[in-house]
């Protein structure tokens, strides 16, 4: 599976973004694809996921700012960013995920900069 971000950019505290995530290549009915992010000395953290079937679960600090959705024919996922804050500011990266068999993979991770 191979998955192509866009969407990042520099954008001003209270601005938004949309990131898009597209997958290709042998992608199974049965999957989760989500968004994780990794700022300057931390972590990789997640940020939100999205099941096939629509469910979805987020990291505290975005809900109600960030909604995640998908278009299951195309096979993308996207994450509105709404409200950004400077504290966003990190490397965004796609994350595609199925259980059996097990395989995870990663996007190549785009940079979104809120300024303050």
């Known amino acids: 599976v191979q998955l192509q971000a866009s969407g990042g950019g520099l954008v001003q505290a209270g601005g938004s973004l949309r990131l898009s995530c597209a997958a290709s290549?042998?992608?199974?009915?049965?999957?989760?694809m989500g968004w994780y992010r990794q700022a300057p000395g931390k972590q990789r953290e997640l940020v939100a996921t999205?099941?096939?079937?629509?469910?979805?679960n987020y990291v505290d600090s975005v809900k109600g700012r960030f909604t995640i959705s998908r278009d299951n024919a195309k096979n993308t996922i996207y994450l509105q960013m709404n409200s950004l804050e400077p504290e966003d500011t990190a490397v965004y990266y796609c994350?595609?995920?199925?259980?059996?068999?097990?395989?995870?993979?990663w996007g190549q991770g785009t940079l979104v900069t809120v300024s303050s």
């Open positions: 999205i099941a096939r079937g629509g469910s979805t």
């Open positions: 994350n595609y995920w199925q259980g059996n068999p097990l395989r995870t993979y």
């Open positions: 290549g042998n992608i199974f009915s049965i999957n989760v």
